[in-house]
Structure formats: structure tokens, C-alpha cells
């Protein structure tokens, strides 16, 4: 008897919540949403000055009111969310990390 190619995967799909995330949009809606249609991973940013930089300057997203700063206690609101959104909903976070790039530098001595 043939097993259907979905019984024999051996990994688990996620979804990223980038383009969610970069337009402002809350995420507990976003992370019951993937939750409800199945996903059992998401990955999202991190979401520090950094990343917020780099996606003003190169992810074309409109025109976005000025840019804040990001505090400990904004970073610690976000993390507890995600923990939330697993505790609630039983999806997990795959991968959290920061949108940049890196400048080098030569330092002439």
C-alpha cells in the first residue's frame, strides 16, 4: 500500500510574519490566524531600531510616521506576546532575529 507524500514528511511547515509585522499590524491576530490554518511554526523579527531602520530605508513600505525609539521594555512586551501566542494557541516560534546589514569599516592607522 502507497502512503500519500504528506504521511511520509518529516518536517513541519512554518509562515513569517515580516510583512505583517513591517505595516504595523498587531500580532496576536496574526499569530491566531496562522495558528487556526494550521501552521505549527512562525518566525518573525525581532523588531529592535535596527530592523525598523533597515525596513524604512529598503523595504518600500510607504509613508510611515517618524521613527521611534525601540526601549527594553517595548523588546520585553514583544517577547512576552510570543510567549503568549504559544501558550494560547500552541504555535511555536521557529526563528526571531534582526533585519540589517553590516557596514564594514577600515580603520587607517
Not at 18 to 24: E, Q
Request: hydrophobic share 40%.
Amino acid at each position: 500500500m502507497m502512503t500519500h507524500r504528506a504521511e511520509r514528511q518529516r518536517f513541519s511547515i512554518g509562515y513569517h510574519l515580516n510583512s505583517w509585522d513591517l505595516t504595523g499590524l498587531p500580532l496576536r491576530p496574526a499569530i491566531k490566524f496562522l495558528a487556526d490554518q494550521g501552521f505549527g511554526w512562525f518566525e518573525i523579527l525581532a523588531f529592535t531600531s535596527l530592523s525598523d531602520q533597515y525596513a524604512r530605508k529598503y523595504m518600500q513600505l510607504g509613508n510611515q510616521a517618524p521613527m521611534g525609539v525601540t526601549t527594553d521594555t517595548d523588546i520585553l512586551r514583544r517577547y512576552a506576546l510570543l510567549s503568549e501566542g504559544q501558550s494560547e494557541y500552541g504555535i511555536k516560534l521557529s526563528s526571531f532575529y534582526v533585519n540589517g546589514f553590516h557596514q564594514p569599516c577600515r580603520l587607517d592607522l
